[in-house]
């Protein structure tokens, strides 16, 4: 069974930096490498957004709110995703959803918090 696992989220202030991760298991290495990843966030209240997707061959895509602060990497070394969020504001709270996306698969999500 594959499953998908974000780590990370925290309380942070404005101005600080978060390392999200996401690992997936029951998942060979071969094909986690071959798989398009993407990280969501849905705030209370809001619908959920995407923020930023990586290809296999590490193609990355960001929301317009999130480039030049966040970065998508992966290591399929790993099985793992990471989102690296700096110079986090209040509006980037949200639960954050890490996505497998040739089987659809969706973690539980991680919160993160930002606020003075």
């Known amino acids: 069974q594959v499953r998908v696992v974000e780590a990370g989220g925290a309380f942070v202030q404005p101005g600080g930096s978060l390392l999200l991760s996401c690992t997936v298991s029951?998942?060979?290495?071969?094909?986690?490498?071959?798989?398009?990843m993407s990280w969501s966030r849905q705030a209370p209240g809001k619908e959920r957004e995407l923020v930023a997707s990586?290809?296999?061959?590490?193609?990355?895509h960001y929301a317009t709110f999130v480039k030049g602060r966040f970065t998508i990497t992966r290591d399929n070394a790993k099985n793992t995703v990471y989102l690296q969020m700096n110079t986090l504001k209040p509006e980037d709270t949200a639960t954050y959803y890490c996505?497998?996306?040739?089987?659809?698969?969706w973690g539980q999500g991680t919160q993160v918090t930002v606020s003075s």
């Open positions: 029951g998942m060979s290495e071969s094909i986690f490498s071959a798989s398009g």
């Open positions: 996505r497998n996306a040739p089987l659809d698969v």
């Open positions: 990586i290809s296999s061959n590490d193609d990355t």
